[in-house]
């Protein structure tokens, strides 16, 4: 007789674990967390700000005392001068500079000015992101090279014509003058900079001593 009354209990037991399972229905599935938005990538690069901090004399050698009537092609008066100039890169990034070039000007005299050469570097340098770099471009002057820029047909006659004097003197007073920089040199300057986020030119025109 109590066997017969066990299988009723057994049935509602089993019964009452199923309605517990069941909960009033299927469970809902965990949701997925939404991926992490990706960040915008930086800006293209800004132009780097470029300024010319001095100019250095490298190497000098005078003329002859009595030149041009001195002159001796196996003793060229020359000098080089050292255009530094102060790189600030103003991105959150570094940037590559890949070349630099520079046209050189001397003043010959109250707002005239004479092209006399050019200067470039191609070697390669990282500016790390807002900080200052130092470039220099270093550019060669003989007596041969000044003479041959002041005699180019058409460019520098009429002013060597205003100013009175002749290109040999020309080169004379740039020569005796160079030591205390006497006159003025410009350079018009242009930088090529590069970044994993595109590449920019700088341009810059600057005169020593103010």
């Known amino acids: 007789m109590r066997r017969y009354l066990l299988i009723p ?9 199923g309605l517990v399972g069941c909960g009033g229905g299927a469970a809902s599935p965990t949701p997925t967390p939404a991926a992490p ?26 003329l002859a005392k009595d030149f041009p009537k001195g002159y001796d092609a196996k003793r060229v008066g020359f000098f080089e001068l050292g255009f ?17 070039r520079a046209a050189i000007d001397f ?6 000015w004479f092209a006399v050469g050019a200067a470039s570097a191609y070697d390669s340098q990282w500016i790390p992101a807002k900080y200052t770099n130092q ?14 820029s002041l005699l180019v047909p058409g460019m520098h006659g009429s ?7 002749s290109p040999n003197d020309m080169i004379k007073k740039w020569f005796e003058g160079l030591p205390d920089f006497k006159f003025k040199t410009r350079a ?9 986020y595109g590449s920019v030119t700088s341009t810059f025109f600057g005169t020593f001593p103010k």
């Open 135 to 148: 470039v220099r471009l270093d550019a060669l002057f003989t007596t041969r090279t000044l003479l041959l």
């Open 9 to 17: 209990l057994a049935l509602l037991l089993v019964a009452a674990l």
């Open 107 to 112: 003043e010959g005299g109250p707002g005239k």
């Open 84 to 100: 530094v100039f102060n790189v600030t890169n103003p991105n959150d990034y570094p940037v590559q500079l890949g070349a630099a």
């Open 37 to 62: 938005a990706k960040p915008a990538p930086p800006p293209p690069p800004v132009a780097p700000t470029v300024k010319l901090d001095h100019v250095e004399i490298g190497h000098y050698e005078s």
């Open 159 to 165: 002013m060597l014509k205003e100013l009175g004097i």
């Open 188 to 196: 018009n300057v242009e930088l090529s900079f590069s970044s994993p």
